[in-house]
């Protein structure tokens, strides 16, 4: 994939919109496990605990960018974004279960741990997103540190006032996924080659169902709490 080429771009524009629908929520992790540390503390907890976070994210990314490229997985692997991007259209994120660290390293240990628990549905996405191409993965990478530290109480806001974000995100989430599932080699060369339409026909269906699919279980959520 040539870095000049328009498919390099509205791959990275994909990864960016991921890191923010699916790393938006870092900020409040970060508030609940350090909430109990003074502000020397908190300022060392949050350096070296999303430093521990985006390293973990990074093996993880390489990681899965490698076993992508093993047949049929990333057939799988796109039938679990599909659920991950219906997921993010259908339910509120919990943090109930994020404890307060008592001290700088139970505070950093949660981060990191928690980060990690939280942060499958964004690695996979990117890994996916990126197409195997390491300068997407890392730019992904950096990317999601900003995200993390700063950005994050902004995007929430941006979210609640504007919830066609999450759509947005869900639709790149779930197109990603059938990107995902066309390229693997098995389905590829078994059923793409014989039918290269469905190369499109296949994305655009499962961007199309999650959307809608996500969109009538929130308004019949919604409907459902007025009662």
């Given at each position: 994939?040539?870095?000049?080429?328009?498919?390099?771009?509205?791959?990275?524009?994909?990864?960016?919109?991921?890191?923010?629908?699916?790393?938006?929520?870092?900020?409040?992790?970060?508030?609940?496990a350090t909430r109990k540390l003074n502000q020397k503390q908190r300022k060392k907890a949050v350096f070296w605990g999303v430093f521990g976070a985006v390293a973990v994210r990074a093996i993880l990314t390489a990681v899965a960018v490698y076993v992508?490229?093993?047949?049929?997985?990333?057939?799988?692997?796109?039938?679990?974004?599909?659920?991950?991007?219906?997921?993010?259209?259908?339910?509120?994120?919990?943090h109930d279960e994020v404890k307060s660290g008592e001290n700088t390293w139970a505070a950093i240990k949660t981060i990191v741990i928690?980060?990690?628990?939280?942060?499958?549905?964004?690695?996979?996405?990117?890994?996916?997103?990126?197409?195997?191409?390491?300068?997407?993965?890392?730019?992904?990478?950096?990317?999601?540190?900003?995200?993390?530290?700063?950005?994050?109480?902004?995007?929430?806001?941006?979210?609640?006032?504007?919830?066609?974000?999450?759509?947005?995100?869900?639709?790149?989430?779930?197109?990603?996924?059938?990107?995902?599932?066309?390229?693997?080699?098995?389905?590829?060369?078994?059923?793409?080659?014989?039918?290269?339409?469905?190369?499109?026909?296949?994305?655009?269906?499962?961007?199309?169902?999650?959307?809608?699919?996500?969109?009538?279980?929130?308004?019949?959520?919604?409907?459902?709490?007025?009662?």
């Open positions: 994939m040539d870095i000049l080429s328009l498919q390099f771009f509205s791959s990275l524009l994909s990864i960016i919109m991921i890191d923010i629908v699916l790393g938006g929520d870092n900020a409040i992790l970060i508030a609940l992508l490229k093993v047949p049929f997985i990333k057939f799988v692997g796109g039938i679990l974004l599909v659920w991950i991007a219906y997921k993010l259209l259908v339910e509120e994120e919990k928690a980060d990690l628990l939280m942060g499958i549905d964004n690695v996979l996405a990117v890994a996916g997103a990126a197409h195997g191409h390491p300068l997407l993965v890392v730019l992904g990478l950096l990317i999601s540190i900003p995200i993390i530290v700063w950005g994050s109480g902004i995007i929430l806001r941006f979210i609640e006032r504007f919830p066609i974000i999450i759509f947005l995100g869900g639709a790149i989430i779930a197109w990603t996924a059938g990107k995902m599932i066309v390229e693997d080699s098995i389905i590829h060369r078994e059923i793409i080659s014989q039918l290269p339409l469905l190369d499109l026909i296949i994305p655009i269906s499962i961007t199309i169902l999650v959307v809608l699919m996500g969109y009538w279980k929130r308004n019949a959520s919604a409907s459902y709490n007025k009662v």
